[in-house]
């Protein structure tokens, strides 16, 4: 099975400091890899790198066989990120975001109803403006945004956060479909039951190093503490 991400010794700077101080990482295509470990563990950066968002300092590193050190703006287009900025326009109502990304991204009015559907955002919001929703609400519609993309590569930064059971199993049911798909899934999370539940796969960042890898169905080892 081909590597949809592989990283040798991948070193990743912000502000002069290493979040990524070497790690090494294999992603098979189709995967759902889940990452864990304690806040300024390097998660959030990691998924930044595999965007193509952030610059590899160092080592070495492909993203669906694009060069993270020469390539990385090719990369762009055929990944969605969804972090903690949910890029979402505050002034447009649910329907009309759904409708400008589904443009941009040449899905079908089909398409858009499927996603609002599948994410259980109700039809007596598609009217709302967004900065009337939710955090919940938000992440629903924010998501059914990134599904409308078709990205061969997802990345979830936290994508349980702010959301109800209702709405963690919809994320899960959607990640397991994308999959399925072919799509490769890489999640960071501190919900670990959500998460855990559709993983195939989990490696525990700490101090900006992948320092343990479980299949699936191990035991992760005990949570890092903060410093």
């Given at each position: ?21 070497g ?23 990691l998924l ?5 968002l ?57 398409e ?34 990134l ?60 101090g ?19 410093a």
């Amino acid at each position: 099975m081909e590597s949809a991400v592989w990283l040798r010794d991948a070193v990743c700077c912000r502000g002069g400091f290493p979040a990524l101080a070497g790690v090494d990482l294999d992603v098979a295509e189709g995967e759902i890899l889940l990452l864990r470990g304690p806040n300024g563990a390097g998660k959030t950066t990691l998924l930044r790198l595999l965007a193509g968002l952030a610059t590899l300092d160092g080592g070495r590193g492909t993203v669906l066989g694009c060069d993270l050190q020469s390539d990385r703006r090719a990369l762009r287009p055929h990944v969605g990120l969804l972090g903690h900025d949910l890029m979402l326009y505050e002034d447009l109502t649910v329907g009309e975001n759904l409708r400008f990304f589904a443009a941009l991204a040449g899905a079908s009015g089909a398409e858009v109803r499927g996603a609002l559907e599948r994410l259980e955002v109700a039809s007596r919001l598609h009217d709302v403006s967004l900065r009337r929703l939710s955090a919940g609400q938000r992440k629903r519609v924010a998501t059914a945004v990134l599904a409308l993309r078709r990205p061969r590569l997802w990345l979830l930064d936290e994508p349980h956060a702010g959301l109800d059971e209702s709405g963690r199993g919809a994320v899960n049911r959607l990640v397991r479909d994308a999959a399925g798909s072919g799509a490769t899934v890489v999640l960071a999370s501190h919900e670990a039951p959500a998460a855990a539940e559709v993983a195939t796969r989990t490696v525990h960042l700490a101090g900006g190093v992948a320092v343990s890898r479980d299949a699936e169905g191990a035991s992760p080892p005990a949570e890092v503490p903060d410093a």
